[in-house]
């Protein structure tokens, strides 16, 4: 039975309050979606993960559950890696096969000429050190995968680099959760914010590729 005191006063009389559900069960099912989406965004690069990751630091942000924040950033980065290593893996069996895969012609169809190209230069001149800024720029981790793939990197190697590539990513973003977390005080006014700031930050270097052709051109 519902208390007097518990009941909320509004235009119609006193009605009880909406029932929420607790941090516990809210986590239960935000944790599990987070790792599974970041995980499939890996593999299909259509899904804007940068965003879920922010956007889940600043709903952490907002729990006063201990260890929110390092749960966001341990499930995203795990995700995140083992998204790239499942798509590297099924890449090096695509290379390996008379008849290619269709994992390696999603890889090769994200990656245009002039990018690989790019990629496979920086990968000759810096190694493994490509793999972290590429998980930092939109649009740069594939090209960068590709090339690793065509320079025939054992899956050991591939995996040495990818973890700190990974680890940066997800602090990165998470970090940007964090700051949209701190400039409002209601969650979803900052899951908006950020999810806008990474979708621009996802777009523009796509736009400044095209008014750079277009201005060439």
């Known amino acids: 039975m519902i208390s007097p005191a518990a ?10 309050p909406v029932a929420v559900a607790p941090e516990s069960t809210q986590q239960a099912i935000a944790y599990p979606s987070l790792f599974l989406l970041v995980l499939i965004g890996a593999l299909v690069p259509v899904v804007p993960t940068g965003a879920l990751v922010s956007s889940a630091a600043v709903v ?20 995140a890696f083992l998204g790239d290593v ?10 390996t096969s008379k008849n290619g895969s269709r994992w390696l012609e999603a890889i090769r169809e994200r990656a245009p000429e002039e990018r690989l190209a790019q990629a496979q230069e920086k990968l000759a001149d810096h190694g493994v050190a490509v793999l972290v800024l590429s998980r930092l720029i939109p649009a740069g981790r594939l090209p960068v995968m590709l090339a690793c793939l065509v320079a025939k990197w054992p899956l050991r190697r591939f995996v040495r680099g990818n973890l700190p590539a990974c680890l940066a990513w997800a602090a990165t973003y998470q970090l940007i959760g964090v700051l949209g977390g701190s400039l409002f ?21 796509g736009l400044w590729r095209r008014v750079r052709r277009t201005t060439a051109g």
């Not at 009941?7 to 009880?16: I, K, M, R």
């Not at 952490?60 to 995700?79: D, K, R, Y």
């Open 7 to 16: 009941l909320v006063p509004t235009a119609g009389g006193l009605v009880p």
């Open 86 to 95: 499942a798509l590297y893996w099924l890449g090096r069996r695509g290379m």
């Open 60 to 79: 952490a942000f907002h729990q006063t559950a201990p260890f929110s924040m390092a749960l966001v950033f341990v499930t995203a980065s795990l995700a």
């Open 185 to 205: 005080p209601e969650p979803w006014e900052g899951v908006l914010a950020v999810v806008v700031l990474t979708v621009l930050i996802s777009v523009a270097p």
